[in-house]
């Protein structure tokens, strides 16, 4: 097998690989919405790189990305049957940065309310959008990796926006509000101020808890701030997952939220700014296998 190697006779297989790694792991977890599977795609697409002929290979890059997009329309045609099957609301895999860090990505493109709109798209429109106007390739490249025409990836396209267009933010508040809304929020539900609560909330506020069947968690999402004042008066005589002192704060998905360590183990909870002073959403993952490894340091 023929390798591509520098003028100095070095195989550079390896160093495109582990160039390419990260945009193939941030497009595996849009795709995937979850970071274990997204490092598994990576890992299959480097098996897959060692057994290509790298001098017949003109732009690594999109080979790679190519190869990761297949492998994660593979993995999602396989996983249909046990997605439908999840038991209560989805949500992807917490995405943790520390926040005295500088985000590692734009919040908006790795935000719970994206990754659940992606989740509502056909494995192929998730791909074209996803490679298209997230990873700016061209249709063409677009419509060889998914063995389509451009004129269909351009409509799969039209109808994947369609579906997103709303999830975009439409407040933004500094992390210093942020994190006063977040901590205001935590307060209100451990002392079980329904009306400090109610004040905290948007109108048409939800709060979608994902325990999988793992752990206790609402079986659906809870829509308007009513239904959530109703959720957490109901919790009030019964276990507060919010009840507990070993909180720290830091980004979920590029919002403010934070890791809090429980009796039944650790769980993520993360804030989307609404109007100013109020929450549009609030996303706790409780389900044991996305929080695999995680501390609260």
């Not at 063995?147 to 039209?158: F, P, T, Y």
Request: hydrophobic share 45%; charged share 30%.
């Amino acid at each position: 097998m023929t390798r591509a190697a520098d003028p100095d006779g070095v195989d550079r297989g390896p160093a495109d690989f582990q160039a390419n790694r990260p945009r193939l792991v941030r497009l595996a977890y849009r795709m995937l919405g979850s970071i274990a599977e997204a490092e598994d795609v990576a890992q299959d697409a480097w098996v897959r790189w060692q057994g290509a002929d790298h001098a017949a290979i003109a732009d690594p890059a999109a080979w790679l990305v190519r190869t990761a997009t297949r492998l994660c329309l593979d993995r999602l045609r396989a996983e249909k049957t046990r997605r439908e099957a999840y038991r209560g609301p989805w949500l992807p895999e917490p995405l943790i940065e520390e926040l005295a860090e500088d985000p590692l990505e734009r919040a908006e493109e790795v935000s719970v309310a994206f990754l659940l709109a992606l989740e509502r798209l056909s494995p192929l429109e998730r791909a074209v959008f996803l490679l298209h106007d997230v990873f700016d390739a061209d249709f063409s490249a677009v419509a060889e990796t998914l063995g389509r025409s451009e004129a269909a990836c351009r409509q799969l396209a039209v109808r994947a926006r369609d579906h997103v267009r709303d999830t975009r933010p439409r407040f933004s508040v500094g992390q210093e509000e942020a994190a006063r809304l977040a901590l205001a929020f935590m307060d209100a539900a451990r002392n079980n101020d329904l009306e400090g609560l109610k004040n905290l909330l948007a109108e048409d506020a939800v709060l979608i808890t994902d325990g999988g069947g793992k752990r206790s968690a609402a079986l659906r999402p809870m829509v308007g701030r009513d239904d959530i004042l109703a959720l957490f008066k109901g919790l009030q005589w019964r276990t507060n997952l919010l009840a507990t002192p070993k909180v720290r704060l830091v980004r979920v998905n590029g919002y403010l939220g934070a890791i809090l360590e429980t009796d039944g183990g650790p769980i993520t909870v993360a804030f989307q700014p609404g109007e100013p002073g109020q929450l549009a959403a609030i996303y706790i993952v409780v389900n044991p296998e996305k929080l695999r490894g995680l501390e609260l340091g």
